[in-house]
Nanobody
Framework: QVQLVESGGGLVQPGGSLRLSCVVS????????MGWYRQAPGKQRELVGSMSSGGWTNYADSVKGRFTISRDNAKNTLYLQMSSLKPEDTAVYLC??????????????WGQGTQVTVSS
């Protein structure tokens, strides 16, 4: 019973910052491939960035240099630090986890999504 609980979304000004949190239960972020996705109205869901179980990160070009993924293994929490926010960053942001399972099926788990709105 893997669960992801997101928080931190809200309304921010352009150029502002926001940190999203994803608390994971039923699995370990250190034993999972993790990702942040976003979906804006009328657009396909896109991968914002990812972190492997080993802690390596990757980012979409649109957010590179502005967004940072980190994790706190003790708190079993994944973070998305967003800075220099732009109106085009407005979207529902979703946390994703794919626990590493040896010899079994690897399932995707999703958070409920949290709305980030960047507007003046």
């Amino acid at each position: 019973q893997v669960q992801l609980v997101e928080s931190g979304g809200g309304l921010v000004q352009p150029g502002g910052s926001l940190r999203l949190s994803c608390v994971v239960s039923g699995s370990q972020v250190s034993n999972s491939n993790m990702g942040w996705y976003r979906q804006a109205p009328g657009k396909q869901r896109e991968l914002v960035g990812s972190m492997s179980s080993g802690g390596w990160t990757n980012y979409a070009d649109s957010v590179k240099g502005r967004f940072t993924i980190s994790r706190d293994n003790a708190k079993n929490t994944l973070y998305l630090q967003m800075s220099s926010l732009k109106p085009e960053d407005t979207a529902v942001y979703l946390c994703n986890a794919r626990p590493i399972v040896i010899g079994g099926t690897r399932y995707d788990y999703w958070g409920q999504g949290t709305q980030v709105t960047v507007s003046s």
